[in-house]
């Protein structure tokens, strides 16, 4: 009879030159088989190493900073996607009932609504604040696309400091319908420009705001002055009243300035 064929699977025992199936020790004399163990060892080492790598890229994937992106840019098939905007708030920012708490944020191409789950022992931003903000975004129903902040993510805010070497004598707040037709001058963060579309007899629209509150700054001037959301501004205009709102009327472009 022959002998029986041998595994290639097998290993050759040193200490008695017999082939053993794949084991740590010999079958026949009892002795470790050192190559075995090698391998394994190997094995061992390797899943170590890719285990590691994997913790490493995720620590890096975590506190690396999202591209900062324009709003307008911002489309539904972005959904989940990590992002990082900046802007102005149009309002202050509030805490809802939920415990959440809402910025809305204008970058001159759109507004989008930033919503944080995480208390926070400072201050909320004001209107007229510029922020820099990271998030997830999420798409929901209607492709109504908002940003939500991560425990990691955190606002950072360029302060409003009108109170300082911007501040105006006179308060947004102070300008009521008491004094219409009378001439006004003023100092205020812009946190929006509004344009009307074409052919349309709306006039501009430019949103002021202070530690005390905003002001509407309305104009039908041919050539707008050029500013954008965030300039602290100086105007000097006519206060008015349309639908018990007050307002102030730009009448020139020169009457309103940019002092940042």
Known sequence: MGSPSSSSLDALCPHCGHNVPPAVRCRRCGMRLKGRRRRFRWLQGSMIVLLVGLICIQIVARNRKPPLIKISDIKPLM??????????????????????????????????A??????????????????????????????????QMRSTDRVVVET?????AYASEVALADITADS?????????????????PAESKAPHRIVLTD?????????WLPEPPIIRAGDIVEVDG?????????QLKLLHSGDMSVLD
């Open 79 to 112: 959904n989940f996607s990590a992002v990082r905007i900046r802007g102005t708030l149009e309002s202050d920012a509030r805490r809802l009932s939920s415990g959440s708490t809402v910025y809305m944020v204008n970058d001159d191409t759109g507004t989008l």
């Open 114 to 147: 930033v919503f944080s789950n995480y208390a926070s022992d400072t201050s909320l931003p004001r209107a007229g604040d510029r922020i820099t903000v990271s998030g997830n975004l999420s798409v929901g129903a209607g492709n109504n696309i908002r940003l």
């Open 160 to 164: 409003a400091q009108l109170e300082n």
């Open 180 to 196: 219409p037709g009378g001439r006004m001058q003023v100092r205020g963060r812009v946190s929006r420009v509004w344009i009307p």
């Open 211 to 219: 530690r005390s509150g905003s002001l509407d700054v309305v104009h």
């Open 238 to 246: 006519i206060v008015q009243v349309y639908k018990g709102q007050v």
